[in-house]
């Protein structure tokens, strides 16, 4: 893969309650820009994002997965997280180094647990949010109702960009409210035809438009002089007006697209390069040195660990995010957590086990190295050419749900004391230590799903 400049890059968080559909929708952006050529299905175990042995056996997903696509000349990062409540940790995470979530909404269910949850750890954040309507295929989805329930939860800011035609078991077609087109599939999916809206949804598409673009002109004052003197916007114009209110939250976007299908999916990809800002767009994370990053390669080298992993054949792996200048193989850096020294002896890129190779990752992209010696998620990496600070530590959820464990042979201790160590290495809202009041080693998680998991690792 190549490396892209920082205005072609877009990162975003895949989020959504189990059973939403998000790793299958994973599966179709991976297709769409030729990462893979055959889509796997969460059935069948041989997805891309859920590859780990407890992935496979439960079919759903436990940990996030980071993945990347490429689609017209714009490379996009995203992250499947999973959508069990009991692993809300990733969830932080990944809300850390992505600049917009996109949230799956079941078409049969509406607002879920899991989807109330998220939210509360992405308003933490501050994170723009487009919710995306899924699974509207099936005989039983609801999309008026979902709108209904969704503007009740989460207020008049969730505004639909389009609406199905066919929704159930005969849907085929996307009404795209901004460029007053139809978007037509074929049974296989893949990319739209593209129609005239019927006459009988004209003075609906129309109206809805109309508001639209009165809602994007709303966040620059520019904007709304220009719809004022005109009645309308230029694309180019609605563009920066959707990419001001949904980078301040002043709109929550509605989109629709049936995974299982592989409908809408190709819209959706356009919409994240059009209209989701890219990393040099978002505003600047200072440190603790008072150093402000902009996203920018002329910025002061500055990467930050949002997830570790560790494989059989590689050791560990550190995931990180570059807010400023470049991470380069063979590169000497600094921890700023700790000031150890380190050095960078691989770069890669990629989706879930499938990695590339490359020389180096600039500002704004994500990148993957392995067998840091004392990096662990949360820690900054910098040059030792000037004093860049740490950017700020994601929350990590307190434990709410503990029980006692031991090695079955007692000659296991040492062995089980390192295999605890690991775990917390790779998922930091696990905590194991030993209770002095009960005598006895206590293992603490997010819920029993999150703790009965752990033995997998």
Not at 264 to 291: C, K, R, W, Y
């Amino acid at each position: 893969m190549k490396v892209y400049e920082t205005s072609k890059i877009r990162n975003i968080n895949l989020l959504g309650s189990a059973k939403s559909g998000k790793t299958t929708l994973s599966e179709c952006m991976l297709l769409q820009g030729g990462v893979i050529t055959r889509r796997g299905s969460v059935k069948d175990g041989n997805t891309v994002s859920d590859y780990r042995e407890i992935e496979l056996v439960k079919q759903n997903s436990v940990s996030s997965t980071v993945m990347c696509t490429e689609y017209k000349n714009h490379k996009i990062n995203f992250i499947d997280n999973p959508g069990f409540v009991d692993y809300i940790g990733e969830v932080y995470a990944s809300s850390k180094v992505t600049d917009a979530a996109f949230m799956v909404i079941n078409a049969q269910e509406g607002t879920e647990v899991g989807t109330e949850m998220q939210w509360r750890v992405l308003n933490k954040f501050n994170s723009p949010v487009v919710f995306v309507v899924n699974q509207l295929d099936h005989d039983k989805s609801k999309f008026d109702e979902v709108i209904n329930d969704l503007k009740a939860d989460f207020g008049n800011k969730v505004v639909p960009l389009q609406f199905p035609i066919n929704a159930g078991t005969g849907f085929n077609a996307i009404v795209d409210i901004l460029s007053n087109k139809v978007l037509k599939y074929g049974k296989d999916g893949g990319v739209a035809t593209i129609e005239d809206v019927p006459a009988n949804l004209a003075d609906k598409v129309e109206e809805s438009r109309n508001a639209i673009i009165e809602s994007a002109a709303e966040g620059d004052e520019e904007l709304m002089e220009k719809f004022f003197e005109e009645g309308t916007l230029s694309p180019e114009d609605i563009s920066k007006g959707l990419k001001l209110s949904i980078m301040n939250r002043d709109m929550f976007p509605l989109i629709c697209v049936s995974a299982e299908k592989n409908m809408g999916v190709d819209s959706m990809l356009d919409f994240i390069i059009n209209n989701i800002p890219s990393p040099d767009q978002t505003p600047a994370v200072t440190t603790s040195a008072g150093v402000e990053l902009h996203n920018n390669v002329n910025d002061p080298a500055a990467a930050f660990i949002f997830k570790t992993s560790i494989e059989a054949h590689l050791g560990e792996l550190s995931f990180f995010r570059v807010y400023g200048g470049e991470i380069a193989e063979g590169q000497d850096i600094i921890n700023a957590n700790n000031e150890s020294k380190e050095r960078i002896s691989q770069v890669m890129v990629g989706s879930g086990k499938n990695r590339t190779k490359i020389n180096k990752v600039v500002a704004g992209d994500f990148g993957v190295t392995i067998k840091l010696k004392d990096a662990r998620t949360n820690h900054t990496l910098t040059t030792n050419k000037t004093n860049v600070g740490s950017i700020a530590p994601f929350e990590i959820p307190e434990p709410i749900f503990s029980l006692s464990i031991k090695a079955t042979n007692s000659s296991d201790d040492e062995k089980l004391g390192v295999a605890l160590n690991d775990l917390q290495r790779v998922d930091p809202s696990v905590r194991a230590g030993f209770s002095r009041e009960l005598r006895e080693l206590v293992l603490s998680g997010l819920g029993e799903l999150h703790i009965n998991t752990i033995k997998w690792y």
